[in-house]
Nanobody, 124 residues
Framework: QVQLKESGGGLVQAGGSLRLGCAASERSFSSYDAAWFRQAPGKEREFVAAIRWTGGDTAYADSVKGRFTISRDYGKDTVYLQMNSLKPEDTAVYYC?????????????????WGQGTQVTVSS
């Protein structure tokens, strides 16, 4: 098990940018695949982006492709989500998740380790 803590959420105008961070409690985090999910009010939790433990493979939801970038810093045991050209429909609570051997899955039930979430609000 690994504990995850998100940071970087907030209020931004449409077209703006935010960078979310996800810091892990264990150095073994370097061997975990990681991902971001989000949940808007009244909607189901949805996949946003994933990165394999190697850092070489990434995947994105179609809705964020070309605008969001997932990356990781092994020295800081942290995964980032750079969000550019934000839209009001990106408003949601964003969750960082991690698990070993899930190959960057977009299925939330594959991940046992979840952060508490950080709110992102994009105003029009």
């Amino acid at each position: 098990q690994v504990q995850l803590k998100e940071s970087g959420g907030g209020l931004v105008q449409a077209g703006g940018s935010l960078r979310l961070g996800c810091a892990a409690s264990e150095r073994s985090f370097s061997s975990y695949d990681a991902a971001w999910f989000r949940q808007a009010p009244g909607k189901e939790r949805e996949f946003v982006a994933a990165i394999r433990w190697t850092g070489g493979d990434t995947a994105y939801a179609d809705s964020v492709k070309g605008r969001f970038t997932i990356s990781r810093d092994y020295g800081k045991d942290t995964v980032y989500l750079q969000m550019n050209s934000l839209k009001p429909e990106d408003t949601a609570v964003y969750y960082c998740v991690a698990e070993r051997g899930v190959m960057g899955s977009s299925w939330p039930l594959k991940y046992d380790n979840w952060g508490q979430g950080t709110q992102v609000t994009v105003s029009s």
